[in-house]
């Protein structure tokens, strides 16, 4: 069983359209987080999601929307993609209180041409 | 602010040797530090965490809050370290877990 999986693994496309990718994950955490990991392999926090509510919004583009319409979800949809946009997007969630250790999706890997 | 820094992009060691893999983080209240390990081709993955104080495929860290450092180590290096480290901070409650820039090991045989 896939504790945190994301949709699509690989996803390539042109600059202008809009995409997005979804995650799910069934470990019961209220909390879920995207990241993106550029070229040089930086992790950066994107959003942080709490019970569905948006806590954290690391000054991302308003062309990325997250959503999440229940705790075991988060989706990232992108607008008008730019070539800059290209990256590996990661899903990942924890449980706020005790244990905060974060749980990683495989990852997305996101080509604009 | 909360700022997590690795100091070095690249770590060459050969099998056998100790290595270092440095951390430092600014945070003003009590973080929770962890090290996550990411091998080629999967996932990101938790290696350690400072509040267990354990020991992980001989890995340890220990947490240093007048240094503010959260250093990984290892006496004796193998081929199968080879990976890309991260030092990660969570905040207080957990919403916020960022990470250092990363770190990639590379174990010589």
């Known amino acids: 069983d896939t504790a945190v999986s994301q949709t699509p693994k690989y996803l390539v496309t042109q600059m202008g359209n809009d995409k997005s990718i979804k995650c799910e994950q069934n470990l019961g955490h209220d909390t879920m987080y995207w990241y993106k990991q550029d070229s040089k392999k930086f992790l950066k926090i994107m959003f942080s999601?709490?019970?569905?509510?948006?806590?954290i919004n690391e000054t991302v583009p308003n062309r990325f929307s997250p959503k999440s319409p229940d705790k075991a979800h988060l989706n990232l949809h992108i607008n008008s993609l730019e070539l800059g946009d290209s990256a590996v997007y990661f899903c990942?969630?924890?449980?706020?209180?005790?244990?905060?250790?974060?749980?990683f999706g495989q990852g997305t890997r996101l080509t604009v041409v | 602010a909360q700022r997590v820094t690795q100091p070095e992009k690249l770590l060459s060691v050969f099998k056998g040797a100790p290595v270092e893999l440095k951390c430092n983080y600014s945070?003003?209240?009590?973080?929770?530090l962890f090290w996550y390990v990411q091998y080629s081709r999967q996932r990101l993955q938790l290696l350690l965490r400072?509040?267990s104080r354990e020991s992980i495929k001989g890995f340890t860290a220990d947490l240093n809050k007048g240094e503010t450092s959260f250093h990984l180590k290892k006496p004796f290096a193998q081929e199968e370290d080879s990976a890309m480290y991260y030092c990660?901070?969570?905040?207080?409650?957990?919403?916020?877990?960022?990470f250092g820039a990363g770190t990639r090991l590379f174990v010589k045989a």
């Open positions: 999601y709490n019970n569905k509510e948006l806590i």
């Open positions: 945070y003003s209240g009590s973080p929770e």
């Open positions: 990660a901070l969570s905040n207080t409650g957990g919403f916020k877990t960022i």
């Open positions: 990942a969630s924890s449980q706020t209180g005790g244990n905060t250790e974060a749980f």
């Open positions: 400072h509040i």
